[in-house]
């Protein structure tokens, strides 16, 4: 390489790194979103699964996942060559790195849908066949150019989603609805009469802190999805994708903070992280085409969106612990439908074939998964398991042994 093609190379691949960080560190945000928000008699059973999962999610993505999703890359990421004409101007290795954090988002939502009733053992057994299996095949079919079942391509029909919208996040929350309909709602939840009896969480400062984590993260989820940073086109674009991540997010707060307010009178905290978290994903699938003000509105309609979704599944009696596939999958899906509205290189009827393709892929197998790994071991904790918290029939320790009593 000559000089300046290797410098571009090096801060290529330096940002893809950094990024790659910032993704990673949004594992942590899921652990202390979903640890405030479940009750404490199970939080060390949660940060057990999400410190886990991410260990599982890196191990299989490695072994098989890369190999699937990305099959003209992964002898060279795995293996540490460097071509020096590699067209994407960046080390291999370091595209692995970004993409297997992603793997492991996905695997996180799946936790909060299913937390405090499903085991744990039958969790990791499905996050093997999730991040391993069910995530590359259809990773493959969109961001790695693969034919879907070899009829079609997503990205030839008008397909687009920039950094995940609907491969990372409704994917995600596919597999949680899938699980969430074989495992069931908490026992107390719902009444026979149709009451639908709220379940606090524990810990409103810790799921405070996991949103914020995840709102910095995300810098690095949607930034990080520019692929370069070298040139002068390349550090603008990450500047307007920074710019639009922070300000649909912020959209999305006030937005469910808003509505909220109206819907129940009083300013419901929860509903304002779920907005923040939901202004995030609705730029996600595009963060580069829009302006700052339209990614505040992309970002607000999100977060009107996940209020009434979360009433809206609660009515159903779909007992989503944390809201997360109302915040993922249901705001994922609106995200993937607002991208023809600034990209014109997409269609409403291509992001309608890549949403059903993703879900139904995802949810078929996922569900397919879950009672197969029924058969193998509990999926669901016992009637008394479940009274006495996951903690301890799970983990056998607790996260706060001195408020035992208070329980």
Sequence with gaps: ?????????????????????????????????????????????ILTKNIVLFAVACTMFMLVGYE????????????????????????????????????????SIVSGAVAERMKLLAF?????????????????WTWGGEKVFNLYSLGDNGFSDFAGSGIVHMAGAAAGVAGVLVIGARKGKYTADGKVNAIPGANMPLATL??????????????????????????????????????????GCIAALTVAKVMFGKFDLTMALNGCLAGLVAITAEPSTPTALQATV?????????????????????????GA??????VGLLGLLLVPLTNDASSFSGQLLGAFTIFTWVFVTSFVAFKVIGLITPVRVTEEEEYEGSDLAECGLEAYPEFTSAR
């Design 1 to 45: 390489m000559e000089a300046t093609a290797e410098l571009s190379y090096a801060l290529n691949t330096f940002y893809f790194l950094v990024c790659g960080a910032l993704v990673m560190w949004m594992a942590a945000g899921f652990a202390m979103l979903e640890a405030g928000l479940v009750r404490s008699k199970n939080t060390t059973e």
């Design 325 to 330: 596939v109302s915040v993922h999958g249901v």
């Design 124 to 140: 990791l057994i499905f996050a093997v066949v999730m991040t391993g299996f069910i995530y590359p095949m259809e990773g493959n």
């Design 210 to 251: 996991g949103t914020f984590i995840l709102w910095m993260g995300w810098f690095g989820f949607n930034g990080g999805s520019v692929l370069a940073t070298a040139t002068v086109a390349d550090a603008t674009a990450v500047a307007n994708v920074f710019m639009n991540t922070n300000a649909a997010a912020a959209g």
């Design 298 to 322: 992309f970002g607000a309609a999100g977060g009107v969106l996940v209020v009434l979704s979360i009433v809206g599944l609660d009515k159903l009696k779909f007992d989503d612990p944390v």
């Design 68 to 107: 699937i999703m990305y099959p003209d890359l992964s002898n060279y990421a795995l293996t540490g060559i460097t071509e020096e004409n590699l067209e994407n101007g960046y080390a291999p290795s370091a595209d692995f790195f970004f993409q297997v954090v992603f793997v492991a988002t996905a695997m």
